[in-house]
């Protein structure tokens, strides 16, 4: 089964990554553009019921996979 997790920084959390590279866009000749950087993570599941997959995918990203007091995660199971 397919996973695609979503890890975005909170909106009051500040993103220096980001930041970062607004600067070099506007430095290029770009303009200004306010940017967030934010992870997809992809994961092929063994075959288990959805609910199974559901509850363990969350935990993996309350553990490892996005920082629970930084990032917000959402889940996409396909299949």
Do not use: H, W
């Not at 950087?37 to 969350?58: C, F, G, H, Q, Y």
């Not at 309350?62 to 629970?68: D, F, I, Q, R, Y």
């Amino acid at each position: 089964m397919k996973v695609t997790v979503y890890v975005r920084r909170r909106p009051e959390i500040a993103d220096p990554q980001g930041t970062a590279v607004s600067r070099a866009l506007a430095d290029l000749g770009y303009g200004q553009a306010k940017v967030r950087i934010n992870k997809e993570i992809v994961l092929e599941m063994p075959d288990a019921s959805r609910d199974e997959v559901e509850a363990k995918v969350t935990e993996m990203c309350e553990v490892l996979l996005a920082n629970p007091v930084m990032d917000d995660f959402e889940i996409r199971i396909d299949g």
